[in-house]
C-alpha cells in the first residue's frame, strides 16, 4: 500500500532528465527513419522519494516506463497498476493518468516520452494495450544498459546522425523489452538482480575510480565469475559499461557547468585530467575542450 506524502515532480538528487526542444523533435518527424520512432523526453531518477505526476488530459505523446527498484504505482483512468523491480509499462497518450513513488521505498525509474509513425506498432509488439499496459522484463541489466545507449545520443548537438541513433537505438530498446518478457526461474533471477545490484553500485560511484575487484565484491562473485555474468547479460564488459558511465557523466557536466576540465575530471573520478582527456577523446572524438564548446547549453 503507497502511503501519501509531499508531492514532487523533479529535482532528485542526481537525476537525468533532457527535454528536446520542440524545433529538434519536429526535426524527428520529419526525418526518414526517424519519424517512424523518436523520443520526446528521457530521464532517469534515483530513489525519488515524493515523485508524484498527475496529468488530466495525458500527453501527445507514449510515456515508457521502467522500475529497476523500489516500487511506486500508476494509475491510468481509475485503474491502478503496482511497479516493482523488474516491471516496465507503457502509459498510451491522450488519456488521464498519474503516477507517484511509494513513500517507504521509492522506486529508481527510466522513462521515455516517445511518439513516431510507428509508435502504436511498437507497443502492440510489446503486447500493451490499455487494458494490459504493464509487462514484465526478464533482463533488467540489459535493458539498463540499453537506456544508456538512447540517453547517449541526446547528449550531442541534435544532428542528423544523433537523430539516427536516438530512433534505432529506441527501437533497439524496445526489441530488447520485447525478447525478455518472459518468466524465469529463481537462478536466473537471482543472477540478474546480482548484476542489476552492481550497475546501481557503478551509477552511486560515478565520480570513484572503480576497480572489476569492486564491483565483483558488491555482488559475492568472483572478478571472473562476475565479468561473464555481466557480459551475458548486458552484453559489454563491466568496466566498458562504467567507462560510458563516466564519460555520460562527464558531457553532462560539460554542457551545463562552468567547472574547468580538471574539476570535471575529479568529479567522473578521474585523478589525472589528461588521461581524462584521452578517454574522453576515445569513447567522443572530441577533446572535453572542443565538446563544451560546440555542445554547451546556452
Known amino acids: 500500500m503507497l502511503v501519501e506524502g509531499p508531492r514532487v515532480r523533479e529535482g532528485f538528487p542526481g537525476q537525468r532528465l533532457v527535454v528536446l526542444p520542440p524545433s529538434i523533435v519536429q526535426k524527428a518527424a520529419d526525418l526518414p527513419v526517424c519519424r517512424s520512432l523518436y523520443a520526446t523526453r528521457i530521464g532517469r531518477f534515483d530513489a525519488a522519494k515524493h515523485h508524484f505526476i498527475v496529468r488530466s488530459h495525458g500527453t501527445r505523446d507514449y510515456i515508457f516506463i521502467a522500475c529497476l527498484g523500489g516500487a511506486g504505482r500508476c494509475w491510468i483512468q481509475k485503474r491502478p497498476w503496482t511497479l516493482e523491480e523488474g516491471h516496465a509499462i507503457v502509459l498510451p497518450p491522450g488519456v488521464h493518468h498519474r503516477y507517484q513513488a511509494d513513500e517507504a521505498d521509492p522506486w529508481t525509474i527510466l522513462w521515455i516520452h516517445f511518439s513516431g509513425r510507428s509508435a502504436a506498432e511498437h507497443c502492440r509488439a510489446l503486447n500493451v494495450t490499455r487494458e494490459q499496459p504493464r509487462f514484465w522484463i526478464g533482463d533488467m541489466p540489459r535493458i539498463t544498459a540499453a537506456f544508456e545507449e538512447v540517453y547517449s545520443y541526446v547528449l550531442g548537438g541534435y544532428t542528423d546522425a544523433d537523430l539516427l541513433g536516438l530512433s534505432t537505438s529506441l527501437a533497439r530498446l524496445f526489441g530488447l523489452c520485447r525478447y525478455h518478457q518472459r ?71 560539460l554542457k551545463t557547468t562552468n567547472l574547468s576540465i580538471e574539476e570535471v575530471a575529479a568529479a567522473c573520478g578521474f585523478e589525472d585530467s589528461f588521461y581524462f582527456s584521452r578517454f574522453f577523446k576515445k569513447h567522443h572524438h572530441l577533446s572535453p575542450s572542443r565538446y563544451r564548446q560546440k555542445f554547451s547549453l546556452p
Open 183 to 253: 518468466v524465469l526461474g529463481a537462478r536466473g533471477r537471482e543472477s540478474e538482480e546480482r548484476v542489476l545490484a552492481a550497475i546501481r553500485y557503478m551509477h552511486e560511484n560515478v565520480g570513484r575510480p572503480l576497480l572489476l575487484e569492486d564491483c565483483a565484491r558488491r555482488t559475492g562473485w568472483s572478478p571472473s565469475h562476475f565479468s561473464m555474468a555481466f557480459k551475458r547479460q548486458v552484453n559489454i564488459a563491466p568496466m566498458e559499461f562504467f567507462g560510458r558511465l563516466k564519460t555520460t557523466r562527464a558531457c553532462e557536466l
